[in-house]
């Protein structure tokens, strides 16, 4: 049974920064590509990151490019979402995500096989 479980939400001030963290269990972590999505309140989940098996290919949602950063150890089983520069409109609940087998690097929401619980970010102004 896979288990994603963050860490490293709370309250920051817009210009600030967050590191969240998502350890998995249950496969072999180095075989999935991973994600970070996120879902503020009345909006869609949209993705905001991910990162393939070796971490060699990485995606983001344009709103973040050149503030978050998503890394992955493979020898921790851990994947990361560094954000830099936060701004309110971050404000969130971020999940993790793995995708399934067959997904090299994730884009969508069609590809992700397991979701953690979820880490509030809130960004005060």
């Known amino acids: 049974q896979v288990q994603l479980v963050e860490s490293g939400g709370g309250l920051v001030q817009a210009g600030g920064s967050l590191r969240l963290s998502c350890a998995a269990s249950g496969r072999t972590f180095s075989g999935y590509s991973m994600g970070w999505f996120r879902q503020a309140p009345e909006k869609e989940r949209e993705i905001v990151a991910a990162i393939s098996r070796s971490g060699g290919s990485t995606y983001y949602v344009d709103s973040v490019k050149g503030r978050f950063t998503i890394s992955r150890d493979n020898s921790k089983n851990t994947v990361y979402l560094e954000m830099n520069s936060l701004k309110p409109e971050d404000t969130a609940v971020y999940y993790c995500?793995?995708?399934?087998?067959?997904?090299?690097?994730?884009?969508?929401?069609?590809?992700?096989?397991?979701w953690g619980q979820g880490t509030q970010v809130t960004v005060s102004s």
């Open positions: 995500t793995q995708a399934g087998g067959s997904t090299r690097l994730m884009t969508s929401k069609a590809s992700v096989d397991y």
